[in-house]
């Protein structure tokens, strides 16, 4: 019946058509994804009053220029010790004791606390000390002191 | 029974089993013991390069790769100098290979040297990675080199040169820095290379890496080079110690996971039937990625296949169902083609009846497709008309086997052929037909002494290999393959035994073979006697022959003689149903066998069950539920020529260009005009479907699931790995529409369920389901009940009531020639690159760069009698019509034989020149007998192989990677001899 044809007449959507139709799949879409829909929009608002939305928004948009200088910038010489001490800081702070650390830390300030009480004129002469060595939280501190002395000394 | 003879070997204290002659790496790795091992790779075996696997055997360090294991062995894999040697071995690599592993595109959790690295807890880098001074290689379309992160391994050269056998990559040892070479040192882009893939495939990291993959895989990949340069400086200053950059880029692997989809699927061009994974991302296609266990083509594949599929997602593609309105097609929804579709069908069955109106099914299209298209003509329409292109190419050779031996298929699998001890081909240009298979050949006869025979007008790349390699006239094998088979018989080499016990009628076929004599034979043939008796005498005292055609026996008006004397000779000589034996028609689409298989022809039922079998018919009207048409329908070729005498208005074409593949299109497409009504289903507006009615946007293979069967009558599935493009349907989908808009409501959700209903009905396929074919599993026909399938076929005797196979007598009359005036014999087929009519190929830039067009090969001898050279432009014509193309001058070819590659659908399309001729007993098309005269149109000009087409390149063809001379340099050290006890 026909001679051989190319010519295609392409099927054109109205715009209202293409809104029908793109609506309908989002709508769809909708329906069969409440839950984690409204789940999505909480988390929207979380992110909104916290302010991290607009960064996130801003980084995003920036991504590539923000990895580019971020790249450019770290590469250069000056944070080589730092970019190589991160990983063993990481180390480090994997091996401090830190419960004992804490216990010390407390010490420290109650130390710091008492000290504030010591008037700027006060003095302390030999005799003081020895008599300062029978109370028993000054011999606590300086027996730990020792004990820390010959740890830290320890090869 | 055979015993099995099993050594014992001590590793680490413990007795283990292993086979005798077995790799002593490989039953380290099957005892669960772990020793690193990168340049081992299982479908490549031991290659040597990279000293990894170094352990203790006996009190001596070596390479676990390079020792057989020997009884009473003892082995030490865990000493700490055997460590040692080991650890030593991983560091010169990390010399070579810098791990940046979050930013490599390569990081998809199967990098040998990452996993190598991370298993060994290799923790730091002992001495400094050396770039080397060499520039990428980026000038190739589908993978690139990286020399600065290359190990040297050797795989991509083992896999060049010994399993693809294409010989184009080395090692140069001797330079101060090795690197992999092309030919002799040019870009890849330059070289013999065919783009196979392979050496990308089997490299263990990103130095030899599919262009696809760059910049797409990994999340921080895509980045400019300078960008990407800093990233890694930065990855190697933060990630110190591997321990950390391999839990970071570990995590991103996985990450890559949820984004990068891996599908298996099925090749969509020739019918070897390659199976492999495809990774993609989105629509794009970033790889494919074969398996050692897929079951044809292992870790194998061809430019096609591994780079080809651009045309999945090219522009092209139609993507609304078009409508015929005088001079122009409109879109239109696919309810209103549907409707239209359905009405006018109705109508032309209603005013002119069922057999008016013809269905075409595509050897593209899936099993489950095939089977739906025969349903729609058969239970909705009421006629036997349907066929497929199988009548284009290898019905032929189907009938000879059917009349012969039973079963219309290979006899065995790939496997046999390539443990044959002799394999002839006889027609087929096998390295670009069927690639995969013709490496397979390659191989065997690089390396284990494989005989190979060709016969063959043409001197392709198969006769330029062959042992020996003869050029017969055209169409006259029929006579050297009668009188082979009669000079065995005279000289008693027979079979004997085998023909007592498993043949039927000798006398008479010894009878008919009286015309034949060597003298008759070497007259029709042009091959001398005394060549025709060597040929002979190899044959019969082969162990096991198997002899591989194609087009170059079946388009020829004796085509399916032809193939009876093919089997004639094998059963003669009792090869068949033995190991490495037998016939391989090779089948040239990746479904022809299915398509026929699953009952898309006039005369059968799915599993070849005939229409006009009582029973048979019967059977399938109680599970359609109507009653079907008696006798058998019209063949393509019948159809066309109904369409001329007014006996056929309506034809559905399914995923075939007819108007380019048939025979005489000229013819074709006039009958085309004459249709009341012509729907066409394809991805694109081929050049058929300009003449529809109506065009329906189908998907390929990508979109959707289903099953294809390869010439090893090897079922395997295919699972969706893209959605189908917007406004396109799988075949089987829209088959199903048509059905219901016809008031049959077929009701299939999946593939699968078309699946169950054929294997319910034909006996062929009993016990084919999905289930049995996941993943990479297949089943090769006759599939009984219980899953049991037949490899290799003829084991227990034939298909015919005694088991027993039958001689067939044949006689020989030659009815072509060129004459005087239509002086020349054009030959056509295929290229490796480009896949028939070339909708898909031309869709791949990669591929159109290097050959953007068909050409024209010429002789030396006939160029120089033409006064014409390369880049001339002729005009051939024939007594059915004209081409023109550009002339190539080359040895290919000789004396008045032109090739034309069938590889185009524009002027140059070889079927312009094809007639009306069959094959007597098939109706296929007697593509290759074309007699033609030349007209000069330019007398040279420009080459129509571009200078970057691998036909102009230089193989270096070596075996395997001369790992030898690695080792003779001065500055390697065995590892364990340098490690201090």
Redesign the interface.
């Given at each position: 019946?026909?001679?051989?044809?190319?010519?295609?007449?392409?099927?054109s959507v109205t715009r209202e058509e293409q809104l029908e139709n793109d609506f309908s799949e989002v709508k769809e879409a909708v329906a069969d994804n409440k839950e984690a829909i409204l789940k999505g929009i909480q988390l929207l608002k979380g992110l909104e009053e916290g302010g991290t939305l607009d960064t996130a928004y801003a980084f995003t948009n920036a991504k590539n220029e923000a990895?580019?200088r971020f790249?450019?910038e770290?590469?250069k010489d000056q944070y080589?010790p730092l970019?190589?001490n991160?990983?063993?800081l990481i180390f480090l702070i994997g091996e401090l004791d830190v419960k004992g650390i804490r216990e010390l830390t407390t010490r420290l300030n109650q130390g710091i606390e008492e000290m504030e009480h010591v008037s700027p004129d006060d003095k302390t002469n030999v005799l003081d000390i020895a008599k300062a060595l029978k109370d028993p939280n000054i011999n606590r501190s300086l027996t730990l002191l020792l004990g820390f002395l010959r740890g830290m000394g320890r090869q | 029974m055979i015993e099995r003879e099993h050594t014992v070997v001590t590793i680490n204290g413990t007795e283990y089993l292993g086979e005798s002659g077995q790799n002593l790496l490989e039953l380290i790795n099957s005892t669960g013991e772990s020793v690193p091992a990168i340049c081992y790779n299982e479908s490549l075996g031991p290659i040597q390069t990279c000293d990894t696997c170094i352990v203790q055997v006996n009190g001596e360090l070596i390479r676990a790769c390079g020792q057989t294991i020997e009884a009473g062995m003892s082995v030490q894999t865990q000493l700490p100098h055997v460590h040692k040697s080991q650890k030593e071995a991983l560091d010169r690599i990390l010399e070579k290979h810098e791990l940046y592993c979050t930013v490599c595109d390569y990081n998809n959790g199967s990098c040998e040297i990452h996993n190598t690295m991370a298993e060994f807890g290799l923790e730091h880098q002992s001495r400094p990675f050396k770039p080397t001074s060499y520039d990428r290689d980026d000038s190739g379309s589908f993978y690139r080199y990286d020399p600065d992160q290359c190990i040297l391994c050797g795989r991509c050269v083992e896999v060049c040169q010994d399993v693809q056998v294409n010989e184009t990559l080395t090692i140069d040892w001797e330079r101060q820095e090795p690197r992999v070479i092309w030919d002799n040192d040019v870009p890849m882009d330059q070289s013999s290379c065919v783009n196979c893939g392979q050496c990308s495939t089997v490299c263990p990291c990103n130095a030899m890496m599919e262009t696809g993959m760059e910049g797409e895989a990994g999340f921080l990949t895509n980045?400019?080079p300078g960008?990407l340069k800093?990233?890694i400086?930065?990855t190697k200053?933060?990630?110190?110690?591997y321990g950390?950059l391999f839990a970071v880029s570990d995590t991103e692997a996985e990450m890559r996971e949820s984004r990068i989809n891996k599908t298996k699927t099925v090749c969509t061009y020739c019918g070897v039937g390659c199976s492999f994974d495809v990774w993609t991302k989105d629509r794009k296609v970033l790889k494919v990625e074969p398996h050692p266990e897929s079951p044809a083509n292992g870790i194998s594949t061809c430019v096609k296949g591994k780079f080809g599929w651009d045309y999945v997602n090219s522009e092209e593609r139609l993507q609304?169902p078009?409508l015929?309105?005088d001079?122009?097609?409109?879109?239109?929804?696919w309810e209103e083609a549907l409707s239209y579709v359905a009405k006018r069908m109705n109508e032309v069955k209603a005013e002119k009846g069922a057999d008016h109106l013809g269905f075409i099914s595509s050897s593209k299209a899936t099993n489950e497709e095939s089977y739906l298209m025969q349903k729609l003509a058969r239970q909705v329409i009421g006629t036997n008309n349907i066929d497929n292109c199988s009548r284009y190419c290898q019905t032929p050779a189907t009938k000879g086997l059917f009349r012969t031996v039973g079963h219309g298929g290979d006899s065995g699998s790939i496997d046999d052929i390539a443990s044959a001890e002799l394999v002839i081909t006889i027609g087929s240009n096998t390295a670009e037909s069927h690639p995969v298979l013709a490496s397979r050949i390659k191989r065997s006869q690089k390396l284990f002494g494989q005989q190979l025979y060709v016969f063959d007008l043409r001197k392709h790349e198969m006769a330029k290999r062959a042992n020996a390699f003869f050029q017969p006239k055209s169409g006259t094998d029929l006579v050297w393959l009668s009188a082979v088979t009669k000079y065995i018989l005279d000289q008693g080499w027979e079979d004997q035994a085998f023909l007592s016990d498993w043949v039927n009628g000798f006398g008479e076929y010894r009878e008919s073979l009286e015309p034949f004599t060597m003298d008759y034979a070497a007259k029709m043939t042009g091959i001398e006697v005394e060549e025709l008796k060597k040929i002979a005498e190899e044959v019969a005292t082969s162990e096991s022959v198997a002899v591989c055609w194609a087009m170059g026996v079946t388009q020829h008006m004796r085509g399916s003689d032809t193939s009876t004397a093919i089997s004639n000779l094998l059963l003669i000589t009792g090869n068949y149903g033995k190991p490495g034996t037998g016939a391989y028609p090779l089948r040239g689409h990746n479904n022809v066998q299915g398509c026929s298989d699953f009952g898309s022809m006039p005369n059968f039922y799915p599993g070849y069950e005939k229409t006009t079998d009582e029973k048979v018919r019967k059977k399938y009207e109680k599970a359609w539920g109507v009653d079907l048409p008696q006798g058998t329908g019209k063949d393509n070729h019948q159809m066309i020529e109904a369409i001329h005498d007014g006996e056929l208005s309506a034809m559905y074409v399914l995923g075939e260009d007819t108007g380019i593949v048939d025979a005489n299109i000229n013819y074709v497409?006039d009958a085309?005009?004459?249709?009341?009504?012509?729907i066409v289903q394809d991805l694109f507006?081929t050049?058929t479907a300009?003449?529809?009615?109506v065009v329906l946007p189908a998907s390929p293979s990508l979109e959707k699931d289903g099953t294809f069967t390869n010439t090893e009558r090897r079922i395997q599935r295919l699972y969706k790995a893209l959605d189908p493009l917007e406004g396109t349907k799988p075949d089987w989908v829209i088959l199903q529409e048509v059905a219901k808009f016809m008031d049959f409501e077929w009701g299939y959700t999946h593939p699968s369920e078309i699946m169950s209903e054929a294997a319910g009905l034909a006996t062929m396929f009993a016990g084919v389901s999905y289930e049995r074919l996941e993943g990479y599993k297949s089943l090769q026909w006759p599939v009984q009940e219980d899953g049991t399938d037949e490899p290799l076929l003829f084991t227990e005797g034939f298909p015919f009531e005694d088991k027993k196979a039958r001689l067939f007598p044949l006689d020989f009359e030659l009815q072509y020639d060129t004459d005087e005036e239509y002086d020349l014999h054009v030959n056509n087929g295929r290229l490796l690159e480009h896949f028939h009519e070339g909708n898909m190929t031309y869709k791949s830039e990669g591929i159109t760069r290097k050959t953007p067009n068909a050409f024209i090969e010429v002789s030396e001898e006939l160029a120089r009698d033409r006064g014409i050279k390369e880049g001339a432009e002729v005009k051939l014509i024939s007594r059915a019509g004209e081409a023109t193309g550009v002339v190539t001058v080359t040895d290919r070819v000789k004396g008045k034989e032109i090739f034309l590659p069938l590889n185009d659908n524009g002027k140059s399309a070889v079927n312009f020149l094809t007639d009306n001729r069959v094959d007597k007993d098939t109706n296929t098309p007697a593509y290759k007998e074309i007699a033609v005269k030349m007209k000069v149109l330019k007398k040279k000009g420009k080459s129509p192989i571009p200078p970057n087409n691998h036909r102009r390149g230089n193989p270096v063809p070596q075996i395997s990677v001369k790992v030898q001379d690695k080792w003779k340099r001065e500055d390697y050290q065995f590892p364990g001899s340098q490690v201090k006890r």
């Open positions: 019946m026909g001679k051989p044809i190319t010519g295609i007449k392409k099927y990895l580019t790249v450019e770290i590469s080589t970019l190589e991160l990983p063993s | 980045q400019k960008i800093s990233m400086e930065l200053k933060v990630e110190t110690g950390p609304k078009l015929r309105r001079d122009h097609f409109e879109e239109v929804e497409t085309f005009e004459k249709l009341d009504l012509f507006l050049k300009e003449y529809a009615d």
